[in-house]
């Protein structure tokens, strides 16, 4: 797994999202006659974004010391509410 994987799928998971919507919101025909090019071009411009970022390296460096604080305090929150709501659970 190469380093910027998590991020690179937030990137694909927003242009995936922004596909669907304009899948959604655009008629793939104006007047059941002509093509909407208008949505055509936005259609190209996404996959075209996606095939970029498919190809990318992202230059991100996660700062272990960092992460490493975030998780720790994200324990220490989590088992100081599990202590509360076990107090709440069984009050005297």
């Known amino acids: 797994m190469r380093r910027g994987s998590d991020l690179s799928r937030v990137y694909r998971g927003v242009h995936l999202k922004d ?3 304009l899948h959604t919101a655009l008629p793939d ?3 059941d006659v ?4 208008r949505k055509m071009v936005q259609l190209s411009m996404i996959f075209n974004e996606l095939m970029h970022l498919q190809n990318a ?3 991100i460096e ?5 992460v490493n604080t ?3 305090r994200l ?4 088992s100081v ?11 005297l």
């Open 75 to 78: 324990s220490v929150c989590l």
């Open 70 to 72: 975030v998780r720790v």
């Open 57 to 59: 390296t992202l230059p």
């Open 34 to 37: 002509y093509v909407n090019f």
């Open 81 to 91: 509410c599990c202590t509360f709501s076990r107090f709440l659970a069984h009050p």
């Open 19 to 21: 596909l669907i919507l």
């Open 29 to 31: 025909w104006v007047d």
């Open 62 to 66: 996660p700062n272990m010391d960092l």
